[in-house]
């Protein structure tokens, strides 16, 4: 490899060959070779496993934060109609 620009927050999984010229993106994780003049990029969608703190930290100080949210969020009245604000609408 003579010239090759990564990313500060690119993880290189060894084995792998970074050709001359090639570019990592930014947070990509380079598990294969990638070859002269490429970009090597990751793009997975974000997952959101609901409840997940509450189930795998319980009595954390981020599990009783969030029962506390979920308790105001379920206690939290509902909202109104709003009135009409427009004379023709009253």
């Not at 490899?1 to 990564?6: D, F, G, K, L, N």
């Not at 070779?33 to 009595?59: F, M, Y």
């Amino acid at each position: 490899m003579t010239t090759c620009a990564s990313a500060r927050t690119t993880r290189l999984i060894a084995p792998v060959t970074i050709g001359d010229g090639a570019y990592t993106g930014a947070g990509a994780t380079v598990r294969r070779d990638v070859p002269s003049g490429a970009l090597a990029r990751n793009h997975v969608p974000q997952q959101v496993v609901d409840g997940w703190v509450v189930s795998r930290r319980p009595g954390s100080a981020s599990a009783k934060a969030a029962q506390a949210a979920s308790a105001d969020a379920e206690s939290a009245p509902s909202p109104e109609a709003e009135p009409p604000t427009h004379p023709d609408e009253r």
